[in-house]
């Protein structure tokens, strides 16, 4: 069944007879639509996209439940999200036709969710589907009992019966046959289901285990991925081939802490090889800036189209993290690239960030059907018409048009695989991807490195501008805690490596923005979504979703990379005041980890704790980092002892699987190579304090944790870790300590020597 593919890190599983591809499906002319269902009520844009439908849809909530029961109807539950080109699919071709509808709405009570708004739901029978069926995907489509309890599901289904595939029609009418033929039989069997989800998906800790020993993690978590390292194109698969952060901060650790090593050159060769694989690739958008959210080959071309915020996030601080190591500016402009786009197509007026960028979208304005691609990709023709001019000092005849399809590998008929287009949407089109070096480039025409740089700026630009005229796929302008989190570290992280100062105050601005939207101060908890209403408000649903443990672990780490980059105090005191909060929600003191969602929602039949690093970290795995790091600020070992907790509550996976968990064995080693407190004491307006703090952000150390030791005793940090108030400005020049905990090094104030320190 084709889907969109679930965001795993290293594989991307669909149900039977399915195949990856970039292009399929198409949707119909705007129109007015009459007929409204109660979606209409909703704030999410992927529940507002299907307000108009033939089928009779309920969100998640109390008033679907209640009407399964009292009419004794199964519950039919589809859960995707807006910029899901299958969901779009499966919409035109069922959820828009009548007679399907008909069926639909007299069997079943219909139940829609987006999972970015409920990943809690999401998760909960996306475990159910990928159990039953060794696959799952978006849209996931599930059938449930009055009682919620999942019995059959899958992903997509076409409308009709084909040659190897059953159609929707049929399903459903099947289901409701066995409903009434079976009733008791199916009731028997969900219970039995249920009961064996419940046992699969248990974490725990058995008996008194200790967290695994770091060294072996690490090696094993290598190995794994070095044998899955595509040596070409790098990437860990041969396709299709997500970003994966995840594995690329593994890499980086791992070089960190075994720079003298071959294991260790390889580490960084396997990561740095990557992402400039990555940035050549058409997964990069050459015109548009940012990454699309994958590549369906093996070469990091063809993309499925959409843009992710989770993916610019990551990226950008994964590219920066680059630069800090190689020093090369290649990456830092990535990261710039990254974080222009965000700034420009992503950004709310109030400070927050949208979530994402459809793939479909019509070709020109008078186009009747939308595209996967159709506002990235050019015919050949096109890109003469814009680029005419002959070039001074080239080869005679060439024009910019020669230079640029050269260096972007652009063909006359188009450098689509028809294996990758099955539905020849793309035919006759190109998408960019560099395919020779500028040097290469250069040579062929005869010019300056400096000159072809300047050509291929001058094609780009004008590639963009015509861009413009085209209509723009559908923007998801939800904001979500999570996702605003891993934007901000991106901003965050970048302005510190890069030394761009408004880089740091456009994460300050959007943690500002999480703090008036999606935080309610008078119970100290955070929000899950918040929405752009009419007239660019910023709007809440009617019963605002409370926040997952996601969205407390990204918003602290946040918090924390803000700190380090802005060396602002409120926000590492919202940052442990979230942490409290965190732990009183979500901890499992009987089995150790965090669950996922809060307990006491009688709808959610499992409370569960993620497993996989995927296109997102899993929170349980970030959050070990973020307690050591909340330890390091404010003295409490309790949040030490609980990161020894989750690695004990894991250690079975870590030790077999680590792959599956790269961000949690990258804190394995944090947490054995202990925190290093690196205190600055000096004038935040000082020169030579901020030539240290230079020192400090232009140095890869994955087990360090900045603080500014200002002088002021009634600072947040001085009352927290009374210590701070032993250490003195030498000589009264800014000065630099190394503490391990809460003992410190000799004081220096060089650069050089504290350069030294960090380097090890």
Aim: charged share 20%; with cysteine; net charge negative.
């Amino acid at each position: 069944m084709l889907a969109a593919p679930l965001r795993r890190a290293r594989r991307c599983t669909f149900l039977t007879g399915s195949l990856t591809m970039a292009t399929g499906g198409t949707t119909s002319p705007p129109s007015v639509p009459c007929h409204a269902n109660r979606l209409i009520n909703e704030k999410s844009p992927y529940l507002l996209q299907h307000a108009h439908n033939l089928v009779d849809w309920y969100p998640w909530g109390q008033e679907a439940f209640d009407k399964a029961k009292k009419e004794n109807k199964l519950i039919f539950l589809s859960v995707g999200y807006s910029t899901c080109h299958w969901c779009h699919v499966m919409e035109e071709e069922s959820f828009k036709n009548k007679e399907i509808g008909e069926i639909m709405n007299k069997n079943f009570v219909c139940i829609k969710v987006d999972r970015e708004e409920r990943p809690d739901v999401d998760k909960v029978y996306m475990t159910f589907v990928q159990a039953t069926s060794g696959g799952g995907g978006w849209p996931m489509s599930v059938w449930l009992t009055p009682d919620l309890k999942p019995f059959v599901g899958g992903t997509y289904f076409p409308p009709e019966d084909g040659v190897h595939r059953v159609g929707f029609r049929t399903v459903l009418l099947r289901i409701a046959e066995q409903w009434k033929e079976n009733k008791d039989a199916l009731l028997e069997n969900s219970q039995k289901i249920l009961e064996a989800l419940l046992h699969m998906s248990e974490i725990r800790v058995r008996g008194q285990e200790s967290p695994p020993p770091s060294k072996e993690v690490m090696a094993t978590c290598f190995q794994q991925l070095s044998n899955s390292y595509d040596e070409d194109y790098g990437g860990f698969s041969e396709s299709p081939k997500f970003p994966t952060p995840v594995n690329l901060n593994f890499l980086f650790t791992y070089w960190a802490l075994h720079r003298t090593t071959p294991e260790g050159a390889r580490a960084l060769q396997m990561a740095l090889h990557t992402l400039k694989m990555m940035a050549h690739g058409g997964i990069h958008d050459h015109i548009g800036q940012g990454f699309h959210r994958y590549s369906t080959d093996q070469h990091w071309h063809i993309p499925h189209f959409e843009k992710m915020l989770y993916d610019q996030g990551q990226l950008a601080a994964t590219y920066s993290r680059a630069f800090q190591i190689s020093g090369d500016e290649f990456f830092a402009d990535v990261a710039q690239d990254i974080l222009l786009y965000v700034s420009r197509d992503l950004s709310d007026q109030a400070g927050g960030f949208y979530s994402a960028e459809d793939a479909d979208s019509y070709p020109t304005t008078t186009s009747r059907k939308k595209r996967e691609g159709a506002f990235c990709v050019w015919a050949a023709e096109e890109i003469r018409a814009l680029l005419p001019d002959p070039v001074e000092g080239a080869t005679e005849g060439t024009t910019l048009a020669d230079v640029f399809m050269h260096h972007y590998g652009v063909k006359e008929t188009g450098n689509v695989s028809p294996m990758k287009d099955p539905h020849q949407e793309l035919k006759g089109k190109n998408v960019l991807i560099v395919r020779c070096s500028p040097e290469l480039t250069a040579a062929r025409f005869g010019l300056e490195l400096g000159q072809l740089g300047a050509l291929l700026r001058e094609g780009r630009r004008r590639l963009s501008a015509a861009r413009a005229q085209r209509p723009r796929p559908h923007l998801d302008t939800k904001m979500l805690a999570a996702w605003n989190g891993l934007m901000i570290s991106g901003f965050a992280q970048a302005g510190a490596a890069l030394a761009q100062q408004e880089y740091v105050s456009r994460a300050a601005q959007a943690a500002a923005f999480l703090r008036r939207h999606l935080f309610d101060p008078a119970s100290g908890r955070l929000l899950r979504s918040c929405y752009r209403g009419k007239d660019n408000t910023v709007e809440q649903s009617a019963v605002p979703i409370p926040g997952f443990l996601e969205d407390y672990v990204f918003v602290i780490q946040a918090l924390f990379d803000l700190y380090e980059a802005s060396l602002e105090q409120g926000w590492l005191e919202w940052a442990l005041q979230l942490q409290h909060m965190q732990d009183k929600l979500f901890w499992d003191p009987k089995g150790f980890a965090y669950f996922s969602s809060e307990a006491g929602d009688p709808s959610l039949l499992l409370r569960l704790k993620d497993d996989q690093d995927g296109a997102e970290p899993t929170a349980n795995s970030v959050t070990v980092t973020n307690l050591l790091r909340a330890a390091c600020y404010s003295g409490h070992k309790e949040w030490v002892e609980k990161a020894g907790q989750i690695l004990a509550a894991f250690s079975e996976r870590l030790q077999r699987i680590p792959v599956a968990l790269p961000e949690m064995a990258r804190a394995t080693a944090v947490f054995h190579h202990t925190l290093k407190q690196v205190v600055i004491c000096g004038d935040p307006q000082g020169a030579d304090t901020k030539e240290m703090l230079r020192c400090v952000h232009s140095v890869f150390s994955p087990n360090k944790v900045l603080m500014l030791a200002d002088g002021d005793s009634a600072g947040f940090l001085y009352r927290q870790l009374p210590f701070l108030a032993s250490l003195e400005r030498k000589d009264g020049k800014a000065t630099a300590y190394l503490c391990s905990n809460f003992a410190c090094s000799l004081p220096v104030t060089s650069p050089q020597e504290l350069r030294g320190m960090l380097c090890p």
